[in-house]
C-alpha cells in the first residue's frame, strides 16, 4: 500500500526531469538559433556549392597529385575569376552606356526619328506604339514630363533590383570561398555527414539519406547552371549573327538571370524592340524576333528535362521541389526544396515497404 505513492512520487518527478531537459535543450536550440541566423543564406549556399563542385576537386586531386587544400584553392580562385570578370565587364558597360547618354542628353543633340507607318498596323498595340513614339520624336521633354511619375517608379525599383544583384553576387563570392575551405576537408565532411544522417535515420538508412541528399544537390545544380549556359549559347548565338551591339556581354548578361533563376526576357525583349525601332520591320526581324523570344522561355522546357537526372527519385518530385522551394524560398529553396521533398518520399517509401511480416505459425503433425 506504501509503495504506489512512492512510485507516483518517483514516475512524476523523472517526468518533471525529462521536461526541465528538453525545456533547458529547446532554450539552448533557439539561442543558437538566433545566433547563426544572420549566417544561414551564407552557410547553406557554401555547403551546396561545396557538395557541387567537390567531384571536381577529386578529379583534380588525382592528376596533379597534390592534397584537398591546395586543390579546393585553385579551384576557387579560377570559380571567383570566371565570375568576377565578365560581371566587371557588363557593369563597365552598363556605366559607360549610362554616361554616353547623360551626355547626350546634356548635349542637346538627342533626336529620336520619326516611326514608320507599318508601325500602326501592328496588331494590338501598333496605334498606341506609333501614337508613343510620335510624341516622343517631336516633343520629347514633354513626354518626359508626362511619364516622370511612372519613370520614378520604375527607376527606384531597378536600383533596388541592381543593389540585390550585386549583394547577391558578393554573398556568392563569400561563399565560394567558404566553399573551398569545406572542400579542403571533404573527406571528414562526408564521413561526418554519413554519422549525422545515421544518427537521425538510423545506421542501415544513413547512408542512403546521405548519398540521396548529395545527388539531388548536384542534379539539381547542374540543371540550373546548365540550362543557363544552353539558353545563353541560344541567344547569343542569335545575337552575334544579327549583329546586335554588345552580343557577348548580353549574352554573359542571360548567363548571369539565368543562374539567378531571373526570365531571360528581362534581356530579349528590350533587344527585340531595339531591333525592331533601328530596322523597321521586315522577315529577318520578324524571324529573329521569334527566335530569340523562344530561346528566351527555353528553360521552361529543359527543366522538366534536365534536373533529376541521376537521382533515385522520380523526377517530377524533384521539380516540385524546386518550383515550390523557389516560390517559397528564393533561389536557396530552389536547392533545398528538392532535397527536402526528396528525403520525405523516400522515407515515406521505406516506410511504406517496411511492412510487418505476418506469417502461419507452422501445424504440428503427429505421427501416425
Do not use: H
Amino acid at each position: 500500500m506504501l509503495e504506489t505513492p512512492f512510485s507516483e512520487r518517483a514516475l512524476s518527478r523523472g517526468l518533471l526531469d525529462v521536461l526541465i531537459r528538453a525545456g533547458l535543450v529547446a532554450t539552448l536550440v533557439i539561442f543558437c538559433f538566433e545566433i547563426f541566423r544572420p549566417f544561414f543564406d551564407l552557410v547553406i549556399w557554401s555547403l551546396i556549392l561545396a557538395v557541387t563542385i567537390y567531384p571536381l576537386q577529386v578529379m583534380l586531386r588525382g592528376r596533379l597529385g597534390v592534397n584537398e587544400g591546395k586543390t579546393a584553392t585553385l579551384i576557387i580562385l579560377i570559380a571567383v575569376a570566371i565570375i568576377m570578370v565578365p560581371a566587371y565587364l557588363l557593369g563597365t558597360a552598363v556605366v559607360d552606356s549610362v554616361q554616353r547618354a547623360i551626355d547626350i542628353v546634356k548635349s542637346g543633340s538627342f533626336n529620336i526619328p520619326p516611326p514608320a507607318e507599318s508601325v500602326a498596323a501592328w496588331p494590338v498595340v501598333g496605334q498606341r506604339l506609333y501614337d508613343f513614339w510620335q510624341q516622343a520624336a517631336n516633343d520629347l521633354t514633354g513626354l518626359v514630363m508626362k511619364v516622370a511619375p511612372q519613370l520614378k517608379g520604375v527607376s527606384l525599383t531597378l536600383l533596388g533590383t541592381l543593389a540585390g544583384v550585386g549583394t547577391g553576387l558578393l554573398v556568392f563570392v563569400f561563399a565560394l570561398v567558404i566553399a573551398g575551405i569545406i572542400m579542403a576537408y571533404g573527406e571528414e565532411g562526408t564521413r561526418s555527414a554519413e554519422q549525422i544522417s545515421s544518427r537521425i535515420f538510423g545506421p542501415d538508412r544513413g547512408p542512403r539519406i546521405t548519398v540521396l541528399c548529395t545527388a539531388t544537390i548536384r542534379a539539381v545544380a547542374q540543371g540550373v547552371v546548365g540550362i543557363a549556359f544552353i539558353q545563353m549559347l541560344l541567344i547569343g548565338v542569335g545575337f552575334i549573327l544579327k549583329g546586335v551591339p554588345a552580343a557577348g556581354l548580353l549574352a554573359l548578361a542571360v548567363l548571369l538571370l539565368g543562374i539567378m533563376q531571373l526570365p531571360a526576357t528581362l534581356i530579349t525583349v528590350p533587344v527585340i524592340v531595339f531591333v525592331f525601332a533601328t530596322e523597321g520591320t521586315s522577315g529577318g526581324t520578324i524571324i529573329f524576333a521569334i527566335y530569340v523570344f523562344v530561346a528566351g522561355l527555353a528553360d521552361n522546357v529543359l527543366k522538366p528535362l534536365m534536373l533529376g537526372r541521376g537521382v533515385d527519385v522520380p523526377m517530377p518530385v524533384i521539380l516540385i521541389g524546386a518550383l515550390g522551394g523557389m516560390i517559397s524560398g528564393g533561389i536557396i529553396g530552389l536547392f533545398i526544396g528538392p532535397v527536402m521533398l526528396a528525403v520525405g518520399y523516400k522515407l515515406f517509401w521505406l516506410w511504406v515497404e517496411d511492412q510487418p511480416q505476418v506469417g502461419v505459425a507452422p501445424v504440428e503433425q503427429t505421427e501416425p
